[in-house]
């Protein structure tokens, strides 16, 4: 059944999708729809799942579901990949590469794939302070509160260790 995202518990469960183009007002209206239909009729061996989902800065879609309430099954997830992949399909959108570095600047994001990190730190394209998100965080609690995080806090410190 589908709750207000802001209804799920810190302790609900997230998986968060990102695009490296920014989704057209077709697009997100599209997606929100799709994802409303979907959460509203989720279920796990019969019973319904608590989820939600957000749509963050055009580019992230944040799927999440309360375990408090009952917990997704290997089935049920596999379902919420399939619907993620028919987005993809349907409206010509990449939501799984996992080789993208994305960093807030100013109101917009900006992407960097993975191999021109080098590259864009040498260049001060990507400093240290840099706002970036980490899109493997697993609760919403760690969403909340960890989710945007300076670069030089986040696995791409390596990298701010060689230009020193």
């Known amino acids: 059944m589908y709750i207000p995202f802001n209804q799920l518990s810190a302790s609900s469960k997230v998986w968060i999708y990102a695009s490296k183009t920014p989704f057209s007002e077709n697009q997100q209206s599209g997606i929100s729809e799709i994802l409303t239909h979907f959460t509203d ?62 960093a807030l600047e100013g109101d917009s994001i900006k992407t960097l794939s993975i191999n021109n990190v080098p590259n864009a730190v040498q260049n001060g394209d990507l400093k240290a302070e840099s706002q970036v998100f980490d899109n493997t965080v697993t609760s919403i609690e760690k969403y909340k509160k960890e989710w945007m995080k300076q670069a030089q806090n986040t696995w791409l410190h390596r990298y701010f260790i060689l230009v020193k």
Not at 60 to 89: L, R, T, W, Y
């Open 41 to 102: 009729t989720w279920q796990a061996h019969g019973v319904e799942l608590k989820a939600s989902f957000e749509i963050k800065h055009n580019h992230f879609i944040i799927i999440g579901v309360d375990e408090q309430h009952h917990a997704p099954s290997g089935c049920s997830i596999d379902k919420s990949v399939q619907v993620i992949k028919n987005i993809e399909s349907q409206f010509n959108i990449n939501l799984m590469d996992r080789m993208v570095v994305y």
